[in-house]
């Protein structure tokens, strides 16, 4: 499959190392999906406290924050976003980081958070760094991580409760080379290109600023929308991605799917 570079003086060899490397990346995205669709297997973590709203407040940088994790953590801490123009309407999208104050604060008061469990309506893992927030979190099962090869990991993966085999799942790509965020994202959309997930170029909403992309688009492997939200943080790519099934469930699952991916949100500071 002819891929454009933007490496004039590469090797044959490495050109063609290269595009292996990325077809193999790219292809990570479909296996989680494949290997749970095969298999069924599910290893289902659920949450330990189901009782009471948890409250507490916050004083960072001299700003009070009241802050519940029964709510959306973004909402709350009111994270910039951007827009992108979906099917169903206008998407707004997170395009800052969490400050790791308020993680730490949220631990103090209400205990360590799980990275194969919802706290609240959000997902936390502190250790990969990052969280989102869903409205829903008991239409959705976590399940066990999928090292794919050396370069990329499936962090977490999700799949809805009601068996209708829509998937989330959560990517760090490791990057051998700098890249922008515009960069990583037209190498991923020719992939998709050539492998036949998609059969024209989707639009992509930018924030040069934080390194952030957000796209939707139909995919022709699962019959139904994708959603994907990229971040480059230094030397890695956080990807993450649903796919809704052909069947698709509820019109609540596919709510929860746009709100998991457009709050995607990276825990540090900001640069």
Request: proline share 4%; aromatic share 8%; no cysteine.
């Amino acid at each position: 499959m002819a891929m454009l570079h933007d490496h004039d003086n590469d090797s044959d060899a490495v050109k063609i190392a290269h595009d292996k490397e990325k077809t193999k990346r790219f292809t990570l995205y479909i296996a989680s999906l494949a290997l749970v669709a095969i298999f069924g297997i599910y290893f289902v973590f659920r949450a330990s406290d189901n009782g009471g709203t948890r409250k507490f407040d916050l004083d960072l940088k001299g700003g009070k924050i009241d802050l519940s994790v029964d709510k959306p953590i973004v909402a709350q801490i009111g994270l910039p976003t951007s827009g992108y123009q979906s099917p169903n309407g206008e998407i707004q999208f997170t395009t800052g980081k969490v400050d790791e104050g308020f993680i730490k604060q949220i631990e103090t008061s209400s205990g360590s958070l799980s990275p194969t469990a919802f706290s609240g309506k959000n997902f936390v893992n502190k250790e990969a760094g990052f969280l989102f927030s869903v409205e829903h979190p008991e239409n959705w099962k976590v399940i066990p991580s999928l090292n794919m090869s050396t370069r990329a990991t499936i962090i977490n993966n999700f799949e809805s409760a009601d068996n209708s085999q829509n998937n989330l799942n959560v990517v760090i790509d490791k990057l051998p080379r700098p890249e922008n965020i515009t960069e990583y994202v037209n190498e991923n959309v020719s992939q998709m290109l050539g492998l036949g997930l998609i059969s024209q170029e989707p639009g992509v909403s930018y924030d040069s600023h934080s390194n952030t992309a957000f796209l939707y688009y139909h995919n022709l492997h699962t019959g139904g929308p994708t959603i994907q939200k990229f971040i480059i943080d230094g030397d890695r790519a956080f990807v993450a991605t649903a796919n809704r099934s052909e069947s698709g469930g509820n019109g609540q699952i596919l709510a929860d799917m746009e709100m998991m991916i457009s709050t995607f949100t990276l825990i540090g500071k900001n640069n």
